[in-house]
């Protein structure tokens, strides 16, 4: 997609406050916090341009504007070509797969445990007809998932495991797969991004871990965090192939 410079700084200063706060974004605020080098004026003309390309939509009246699933998608693909996996969090991940690696239920937990802890979003991991989860509460500290509805909208998927089964083979790729909001066509996943890869474990069985989170999760830690245990898991587990 073509858009300008100027563009791009603005779609990306509206993406980083929806990050932090889940409301629509004035130009105003963006002119107070950001050194754009333009006038309210001027930002309020480009957002009107960025609505016409399907980047900004306006759910109320006011001047407000919030990014689409389209241009967190173009936010993930910018932010992806500079960011790296924390060390830390690597070594976290590496050491924990391969000290647990001999007891398949001590591995799952590990897993579990660990991306929840640096990804707060829930983890979730298909093994065959078994799906495990964990980090549920940790949806309850984003204000968009604040409605008990919504909450159990977001249990019973994660609970239906011809649901998540289908999702995760249909759109499974060679590395690290990513729903944002409507790109999965669920309506109760609109608030919702999804990341899942798959994994090799115990013989010849095939998996997914996947991560369930808001929109507004940390896909800088996200996506970098799944290639890692899919790494790893495809070393600890070689011997047994």
């Not at 002119?31 to 306006?58: C, D, F, P, W």
């Not at 011809?162 to 409507?182: A, H, Q």
């Not at 989170?213 to 800088?220: C, I, L, T």
Request: aromatic share 8%.
């Amino acid at each position: 997609m073509d858009i300008t410079e100027r563009q791009k700084a603005i779609l990306m200063a509206i993406i980083k406050e929806f990050m932090g706060d889940a409301e629509e974004v004035g130009s105003l605020s963006l002119v107070e916090k950001y050194h754009l080098g333009v006038s309210s004026a001027t930002i309020r003309n480009e957002m009107v341009k960025l609505m016409q390309l399907g980047l900004l939509e306006q759910t109320h009246s006011s001047s407000g504007r919030l990014p689409t699933d389209q241009a967190l998608r173009l936010y993930v693909s910018e932010m992806l070509g500079r960011n790296v996996i924390n060390p830390l969090m690597s070594i976290e991940i590496r050491q924990g797969i391969f000290r647990d690696r001999f007891s398949k239920d001590i591995v799952i937990k590990s897993v579990l445990h660990i991306l929840s802890k640096e990804t707060d979003s829930v983890v979730f991991l298909i093994l065959d007809e078994d799906i495990r989860y964990y980090g549920l509460a940790n949806l309850l500290s984003f204000d968009e998932f604040q409605s008990i509805e919504k909450i159990r909208s977001i249990v019973n998927i994660l609970e239906d495991e011809v649901f998540l089964k289908n999702i995760t083979e249909k759109y499974s790729g060679s590395g690290v797969s990513l729903l944002i909001g409507g790109e999965s066509g669920v309506g109760t996943l609109q608030d919702c991004a999804m990341a899942f890869t798959k994994i090799p474990f115990w013989g010849r069985d095939t998996g997914y871990v996947g991560i369930l989170g808001s929109k507004r999760m940390d896909y800088s830690k996200v996506i970098p965090a799944l290639k890692e245990v899919k790494s790893s898991l495809e070393s600890s587990m070689s011997g047994w192939r």
